[in-house]
């Protein structure tokens, strides 16, 4: 949701880049939808540390690669940096986000790494240019 709500307020405001966020916002879309995707066709349960130690969030899946915070945060990373907005802090919110899924319990390392590879490819393929 940061990354469309971001996108709406850049088309509010970006007056004549407005085509440029409502890419950006299909593109985050697109990522979810093709995570979604492969997240069932290969259907990998979240992890489990110990019964004592649950994770630190809730999820809405037991599904876990790839993940789709990293896909949707890298997606919307680049297409928001493409159409004006500072790439720097973009890209460290994608970060963050992405390094928060194990942390916080809900993936293994890889299903972000997949995740962000994933979401940067979909970003490059709807890219413009």
Known sequence: MLWIGLAI???????????????????????LALNTGVKYTVRRARPVLEEELPALTPVLSGRSYPSAHAATSFAGARALAAAGMPAAPLRAAAVAMALSRPYLGVHYPTDVVAGAFLGDAVARLMSPT
């Open 9 to 31: 307020a850049g088309g509010v405001v970006g007056g004549r880049r407005r085509e440029d966020y409502v890419r950006a916002a299909e593109t985050v879309l697109v990522a």
